[in-house]
C-alpha cells in the first residue's frame, strides 16, 4: 500500500529556476495539503484541496502554485525559485477534516534554492 | 493569534524509562488534537486523535490527555524503546474551517 508518494526526494535549485514537486494517493482522500517544514518550525500550510478541481491558499502561499485536476495528483509548483524557499515540504491527504480522519504524510521534498 | 506550544524543546532519556510530552495551544474555537511521530527523514505518522468530549486516549504504549479548560494535552510514553526516538508534534485544529496549527515539535531521544 503506497499512500502518500512524493518525488524527488532531494533537488537543488539555483536561484529563479522552477520546478514542480509531485504529489500522488492512491487512498481516494479528497482532501490534499501541501507543506513546508523549517527547522525548528511547526509545519507552515502552503495549499490545499477538498477535491479535484478546487484548490486554496493556506498560511504561506506565496511563490507557490498548485493543481488538483485528478483525486490522486496534487502537484507543487516553484515558478521563481528563491533562497527562502530553501526547506522540506511534506504533501498529506485525508478523507476528510473530522476527529476520526488523520492526516497521512508523504516522507518529503528536501530543497535546496543555491 | 492561534498558537500551538510544546515542550520541552528537547529529552534525553534512557530505554525503559517513562517521559512526558507537553503541548499548550490558544487555538479556538477547538475542534481537535492531534499527536504525530515523526521519525528522521520520514513523514508525520498519526498516533492519537482527540476531539473537545475526549480527555485521555492510548495507542499502544502512547497515552495521550486532554484538558480543553486549561488548553494543555499532554503526550505520555510508557517503557520507552530506542524505536520511540523522533519528534513528536501537536497539532491543533479549529472548528469550522481548514486551520490546522502545528507545534515545533519535542525532538525525543531514547539512549541504551
Known amino acids: 500500500n503506497a499512500g502518500v508518494t512524493q518525488t524527488p526526494k532531494f533537488r537543488i535549485l539555483k536561484i529563479g529556476q522552477s520546478m514542480t514537486l509531485q504529489c500522488t494517493q492512491d487512498m481516494n482522500h479528497n482532501y490534499m495539503y501541501w507543506y513546508r517544514q523549517d527547522p525548528g518550525m511547526g509545519l507552515k500550510l502552503i495549499y490545499y484541496?477538498?477535491?479535484?478541481?478546487?484548490?486554496d491558499k493556506g498560511e504561506v502561499p506565496n511563490g507557490y502554485n498548485v493543481s488538483r485536476s485528478t483525486t490522486e495528483d496534487f502537484p507543487l509548483r516553484l515558478e521563481l525559485a528563491a533562497p527562502s524557499q530553501t526547506s522540506v515540504y511534506f504533501c498529506?491527504?485525508?478523507?476528510?477534516?473530522?476527529?476520526?480522519?488523520?492526516?497521512?504524510f508523504g516522507d518529503g521534498t528536501r530543497l535546496s534554492i543555491l | 493569534k492561534n498558537q500551538v506550544e510544546q515542550s520541552p524543546q528537547s529529552l534525553i532519556i534512557l530505554e525503559g524509562k517513562n517521559c512526558t510530552l507537553q503541548c499548550n495551544y490558544t487555538v479556538s474555537p477547538f475542534s481537535n488534537l492531534r499527536w504525530y511521530k515523526q521519525d528522521t527523514g520520514r513523514g508525520p505518522v498519526s498516533l492519537t486523535i482527540m476531539t473537545f468530549s475526549e480527555n485521555t486516549k492510548s495507542n499502544g504504549r502512547y497515552t495521550a490527555t486532554l484538558d480543553a479548560d486549561t488548553k494543555q494535552s499532554s503526550l505520555h510514553i510508557t517503557a520507552s524503546q530506542l524505536s520511540d526516538s523522533a519528534s513528536y508534534i501537536c497539532v491543533v485544529s479549529a472548528r469550522n474551517n481548514n486551520d490546522m496549527r502545528f507545534g515545533a515539535g519535542t525532538r525525543l531521544t531514547v539512549k541504551p
Open positions: 498529506a491527504s485525508s478523507a476528510g477534516t473530522g476527529s476520526n480522519q488523520p492526516q497521512h
Open positions: 484541496s477538498v477535491g479535484a478541481g478546487i484548490t
